[in-house]
């Protein structure tokens, strides 16, 4: 296929894509499959002149993408493209009111790939509709970051399991109603993957698959504008090889990034992009989108052509995985992590700024700053979605914008250090056990681990530990989009202090928040005199309540002034002229809304979660830490 090309570049004209067009008629594709590139190759070509257009191997590596395109289109197994199908009929699936995330690492949660398949079970109890599992693929024993360090896209770590079982349990899933994401790594691989080493021997072809320099002067003309992502393992954004040589790791020394300059490392993850969604998962979550593109002078985070390379992949996908979602990781400030939400580019992503945000509003008491956020920064672009989330496997950022804080009167540099204080238990009164992470003396710069329940109070013995563990959760659940759960914290799971005695573990507190399954806690479930049982018991009915709720789908919110700084308040629209009105008080005691605040709903409400009828002439009390999803008809 590729002699066919002779144009040596990119050329603006329908040309290119016509000549390729041309090839696979010839090579009578699939009729299916060739709807899908007349439809999608316009836009990969646009976006591969703009990526690629000053290379003179332009033309060739798009023809050969979309001939990998057509390869990866013919091994797809039916039952996949039935799942093509289905979602192409319903495109709007994932912001049900039944959708419900659940998030673990394969080996701590279940032991490996087994133990989940036997976990189902239990998931379908609990309603989960999407199980994200953290990286499982192939990694080095030590430098691993999790799993986040990848030697082979194709191989699933031994000790979890094979690829083979990973593809039958993404079909026992999909048969459950459960849809496997995983891990799409692409920013850098571990420095064991082979593509790495052929680079450092500098093998042909792959000599520019990563950002190698002989000597310090293009590292430090970049770090003169990059930040320092893990300064507790290096400075700055590059690591010395052996031989004095100077390589681009953005986050660990073993984690390389990748050159996507060079057009042969996109080609050479779309090919381990699809054989993934061959294997039957049906969300990528793409990690560390921010950092893909790099350009002096920059930040070398989260520029335009960051952008463009997304939705190349993406474009990739619609041909030949056509029901394949991106989520995106961008936990960055929320004008960028907004610009990577789009049907185009990520249909969903990580709500950072809410996470944070509901975590900033549980340590100050005052809801104000989450309630802005929740009216100016909550809409997304029809066709996509959040995925709402409490804490994940990673720190916790401050990434709320300083102007939107400023208009609160509230200064971002010494409000980040008093939270940051406040949830490591360094401010007096606080209720919470977190671990800093990644502190950075230099800057000022810290992030904050630790498992809901420890941040929430819990293991402190706060009385109000419980109700906050709830009410950030009902946060989650009601805001809309894709509600997702770190499988654990239902059962009110405690910070995990052993990671200090391991090696591998003990210099990233991360591992804090990341305990093994905890077997007393799901023993308890059903106790209700144990943190455990009533959380779980109290964390169930706000999922049973969600589930039957149509108006919690979607993503539309309204925001709704209640004239209390303590609480965070909105309404749910639903078809029928209904609505759900959300109200979350932070403060530690009870606050009441005044009748003439209520006075455009009509009188009669019913609570949902107690399941019962409230009156609102008399205006409403909202209990300390206490959450109320109330049906309300306007006026
Ligand atoms: C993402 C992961 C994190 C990892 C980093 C580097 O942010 O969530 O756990 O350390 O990428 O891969």
Redesign the pocket.
Known sequence: MREAFRVPHLSSGPDDVSGILSQLTAARADREFLAGVELHLPRLHDLFLRLYGDRPDGVERLASVVDLARRSWHARPEELRDVDRNRASEPDWFESERMLGGVCYVDRYAGGLRGIRDSIPYFRELGLTYLHLMPLFESPEGNS??G?AVSSYRRVNPALGTMDELADLAADLRRAGISLVVDF?F??TSNEHEWAQKAVAGEPGFEDFYLIYPDREMPDAYERTTREIFPDDHPGSFVQLPDGRWIWAT?YHF?WDLNYANPAVFEAMAGEMLFLANQGVEILRM??VAFIWKRLGTTCESLPEAHLLLQAFNAVLRMAAPSLLFKS?A?VHPDEVVSYISPEECQLSYNPLQMALTWEALATRDGRLLQQALERRHALPEGTSWVNYVR???DIGWTFADEDAEELGIQGYPHRRFLNDFYVGRVEGSFSRGVPFQENPRTGDARITGTTASLAGIEAGDAGGEDRVILAHALALSTGGIPLLYLGDEVAQLNDYSYRRNRAEAGDS?WVHRPHRPEQNYADRGDATTPAGRVFSRLTRLIDVRRSTPELAGNELIAFDAHVDSLVAFLRPGDTGAAVLVLANVADHAVEIEALTLSGLQPDAIDLIADEPVALAGGLTVPAHGVLWLRVELR
Request: net charge negative.
């Open positions: 970051d999790g986040y790594i920013n850098h986050f984690q990690d560390a990781e936990i994940s496997h990673d991360r």
